[in-house]
């Protein structure tokens, strides 16, 4: 039902910063939860960021916190991660992703994710 574009990605030195964004497009994007997730060669899919439906609440993996920063514009329909202090092993291609529950409390919950963007690569080099 919902449309996700993912932009943003490309290759990035160590240390440096890129700035993703996810533009939605059909279902009314102000309601539903977001998230960002990424999978590298050969590793699972794993949740990085999720910000509920009006960005009063914030989740972050670990090993991400501190570096990367979801946000979202309901005027614009986008969602956000800027991406600073990057390492080599944040290679990835890195998808945005919306859950289908209207203002789910469980926005943190990565089997709630149901629609998907094509992914963007983010490649850092050393």
């Known amino acids: 039902q919902v449309q996700l574009v993912e932009s943003g990605g490309g290759l990035v030195q160590a240390g440096g910063s890129l700035r993703l964004a996810c533009a939605a497009s059909?279902?009314?994007?102000?309601?539903?939860?977001m998230g960002w997730f990424r999978q590298a060669t050969g590793k699972e899919r794993e949740l990085l960021a999720a910000?509920?439906?009006?960005?009063?609440?914030?989740y972050y993996a670990d090993f991400v916190k501190g570096r990367f920063t979801i946000s979202r514009d309901n005027a614009k329909s986008t969602v956000y991660l800027q991406m600073n202090s990057l390492k080599p092993e944040d290679t990835a291609v890195y998808y945005c992703?919306?859950?289908?529950?209207?203002?789910?409390?469980?926005?943190?919950?990565?089997?709630?994710?149901?629609?998907w963007g094509q992914g963007t690569q983010v490649t850092v080099s050393s």
């Open positions: 910000i509920n439906w009006n960005g009063s609440l914030k």
């Open positions: 992703a919306q859950q289908n529950s209207y203002r789910s409390a469980y926005y943190y919950n990565r089997e709630n994710y149901a629609s």
């Open positions: 059909g279902r009314t994007f102000s309601n539903y939860a």
